[in-house]
């Protein structure tokens, strides 16, 4: 579990703050019961800054209907902020906030721009085909950005070889300036798969 009030300037994570360049990585079972607050960029639940070099993938992420919040200036994300380089895969994860059932008020995922439900920027600026898959996933809070690129499931995928979206529902109430979606603000990829998937706010008062 991971708990507690977390400040910081960049590279702030509920667990790490920059994950960078490592021969393997997966993470999994993690509970989010934090608070991060009065940050700048590249913030998230779980990790500021992803940077690993080899496929991440981060498994049965949950937040048991806690108060958990998450809010920074750029790059902010309900489990990463900034993912960059790096073929990620997300699963199983379940982002529930305890306001959803009263108010669509309370800003629980914000900043500025670049704000998603469970990723805020996923970035390949390499020759090598990377992808971003995201399974078996819901996120139900309220995501807002006071600029531009903001989404409930992600804030902006950038040249990913493939974007792989399976029984993902996005129950979020979103806001900001331009580019703002249920699930993504902006995707530029390759090809975009995209299954059983719903966008709703009948959980809201939206």
Do not use: W
Request: aromatic fraction near 8%; hydrophobic fraction near 35%; include cysteine.
């Amino acid at each position: 579990k991971v708990s507690g009030v977390i400040s910081g300037n960049n590279n702030v994570g509920g667990l790490i703050g920059q994950l960078y360049r490592l021969d393997s990585a997966e993470f999994t079972g993690i509970d989010v019961a934090v608070v991060i607050e009065d940050c700048q960029d590249y913030v998230g639940g779980l990790f500021g800054y992803i940077y690993a070099g080899v496929p991440i993938t981060i498994d049965q992420v949950t937040t048991q209907a806690h108060s958990f919040s998450i809010k920074g200036a750029r790059y902010v994300g309900g489990v990463v902020g900034l993912v960059k380089n790096t073929q990620l895969t997300i699963k199983n994860a379940e982002l529930i906030h305890t306001s959803y059932t009263t108010s669509s008020t309370t800003t629980v995922i914000g900043g500025g721009y670049y704000v998603g439900g469970l990723v805020g920027y996923f970035a390949n600026y390499t020759s090598e085909d990377l992808d971003l898959t995201i399974e078996n996933s819901s996120v139900c809070c309220t995501v807002r950005g006071s600029g531009d690129y903001v989404g409930g499931i992600a804030g902006y995928v950038g040249d990913a070889e493939h974007l792989y979206l399976t029984n993902v529902t996005a129950s979020s109430a979103v806001s900001g300036g331009m580019h703002v979606g249920g699930m993504f603000g902006t995707i530029d990829a390759d090809e975009v798969e995209i299954a059983e998937c719903a966008v709703t706010t009948e959980n809201l008062n939206a």
